[in-house]
């Protein structure tokens, strides 16, 4: 007579192992708040809008008197723009969470929130080395937890199906981006008259990218089992 096999004990849980879970809550999260933060960025001007339309005051004032705000604000909502993107990127083939990737999202999300505030102090506040500081330095700040996001996901590739090399990339980008933002902060610094325009530092990331990538990919001794198909060097870039 045959016997069933014995039953297999279940592992017990003695919480030390990283709790994993599934990661499009995460995904649809992070769209809601970076949303929220576009958003926001728009509420100073319709202020300006209210304040100038009580006083009596017509379209093309407006327009003059409020330059520097439109400025700012299509600025950060450029840069928060890309950073989502780059974001949507890394999070594309991400399958599962743990605890330490939803607080390194947390702290990506909370400067991202964060960046409406110097931006309403770019048009409204007299521009001068400590307002630069904190808006160029908040930039800086969401480059780097970008950057610690992509090089978790490589040392966890249990968690994603993102090729490592396109990870590797990424990790590259966003060091470039964070040092053009570092270089944008010291010439807005030093040479006053440059100011904010800097900023176009920012467009030289491609390029560098692309440079570097080549470079890296040059060296000997890489596992040909690195390379990526598709050929998407530099689709990683900030």
Do not use: C
Not at 78 to 96: G, K, M, P
Not at 186 to 202: D, E, K, N, Q, R
């Amino acid at each position: 007579m045959s016997t069933s096999p014995p039953a297999t004990a279940p592992v017990p849980d003695d919480g030390r192992a990283p709790v994993e879970a599934s990661a499009e809550r995460l995904k649809a999260f992070t769209d809601a708040v970076v949303a929220i933060a576009m958003t926001v960025l728009v509420l100073p001007l319709m202020e300006s809008v209210t304040d100038l339309g009580g006083e009596g005051g017509g379209v093309a004032e407006w327009f003059d008197r409020h330059s520097g705000q439109l400025m700012s604000f299509a600025l950060s909502f450029v840069l928060i723009a890309t950073f989502w993107l780059t974001n949507h990127r890394v999070f594309a083939q991400l399958e599962r969470t743990t605890p330490a990737l939803l607080w390194l999202s947390i702290a990506w999300m909370f400067t991202i929130v964060w960046l409406p505030v110097p931006t309403a102090m770019l048009g409204s506040m007299e521009e001068d080395d400590a307002q630069k500081l904190v808006y160029v330095g908040s930039l800086i700040v969401t480059s780097l937890v970008s950057l610690a996001l992509r090089w978790y996901l490589l040392r966890h590739p249990r968690l994603h199906g993102t090729a490592p090399l396109r990870l590797r990339r990424g990790i590259l980008a966003d060091a470039i981006s964070t040092g053009l933002f570092a270089l944008a902060l010291v010439i807005s610094i030093t040479v006053p008259a440059i100011g904010y325009w800097a900023m176009f530092l920012l467009l030289l990331v491609s390029p560098l990218h692309t440079l570097a990538s080549r470079a890296f990919e040059r060296r000997p001794g890489r596992a040909a089992g690195e390379a990526e198909p598709g050929g998407e060097a530099g689709a990683d870039g900030a």
